[in-house]
C-alpha cells in the first residue's frame, strides 16, 4: 500500500523576498539615515548603556510583521512553518542592524539631562578599520565614582582628542554625557 502524497505547496511569487525584509529592511532604513541625517546626529553610545534590548524588539517586531503580511493569503500551515523559519533567521541577522544602525540615530535625535562625567583614561589604542587605511581611535575609560551614567569600557574618540589623550595615560579625563530619546547614554564632548 502506497502512502498518498500531500499536494505541492504553491507560493506567490513574491513570498521568498518577502522573507528577507527582517534583514533588508533595516539595512535600507540604515542606508537612508546616513543620506539624509548623516554625521549631524550624535550616535556614540556609552559602554553600559546600549540598545540591544530595544534593537531585539525592532528585530522581532518587524520579522512578526514580515511574517504576517507574507503568508495573509497562502492558506497552507507548511508555508506558514517555512515563513516563520525564514524570517526568524532574517530577524535575527537584523538584530546587529537595528542595535547599532538605526537606534543609535534615533536615540541621538533628542538629548537632555547632560551631566559632565570625571573618567580615568586607562590607555588608547589605534585599530584600522576593514579594507581600508583610515584609523578608528579609542580610549578605555574608567568612571570615577560607582553607579556614575557613563560606564566603564572602550570608547571611540575622535582623532584630534586621541593624540592630545596619547600622553595622558592614567590620568583623569572628563566627558559630557546625555540621555537620548531611547534612554541611552550619549557622549557629546571630550575634555
Not at 518587524?62 to 533567521?89: E, K, M, T, Y
Not at 590607555?123 to 576593514?130: A, H, K, Q
Amino acid at each position: 500500500m502506497r502512502k498518498a502524497r500531500s499536494p505541492r505547496t504553491v507560493v506567490p511569487a513574491g513570498f521568498f523576498p518577502k522573507l528577507l525584509l527582517p534583514f533588508a529592511a533595516p539595512i535600507l532604513l540604515t542606508l537612508l539615515l546616513a543620506l539624509l541625517v548623516g554625521e549631524t546626529v550624535p550616535r556614540t553610545i556609552a559602554p553600559g548603556s546600549g540598545l540591544k534590548l530595544a534593537g531585539f524588539c525592532c528585530a522581532a517586531m518587524f520579522a512578526a510583521l514580515a511574517w504576517r503580511w507574507s503568508v495573509r493569503c497562502i492558506a497552507d500551515r507548511r508555508a506558514h512553518s517555512l515563513a516563520a523559519l525564514a524570517c526568524a533567521v532574517t530577524g535575527l541577522l537584523g538584530w546587529p542592524v537595528w542595535t547599532v544602525g538605526i537606534l543609535p540615530s534615533v536615540n541621538g535625535l533628542s538629548l537632555h539631562g547632560t551631566h559632565t562625567v570625571s573618567m580615568k583614561l586607562e590607555r588608547t589604542e589605534v585599530t584600522t578599520i576593514s579594507r581600508s587605511r583610515r584609523l578608528n581611535h579609542w580610549a578605555w575609560l574608567k568612571p570615577d565614582t560607582t553607579g556614575s551614567i557613563a560606564g566603564s569600557g572602550r570608547y571611540f574618540i575622535p582623532e584630534a582628542v586621541h593624540a592630545n589623550w596619547a600622553s595622558r595615560q592614567g590620568r583623569m579625563v572628563t566627558l559630557t554625557v546625555a540621555q537620548g530619546l531611547l534612554g541611552a547614554s550619549v557622549v557629546i564632548g571630550y575634555r
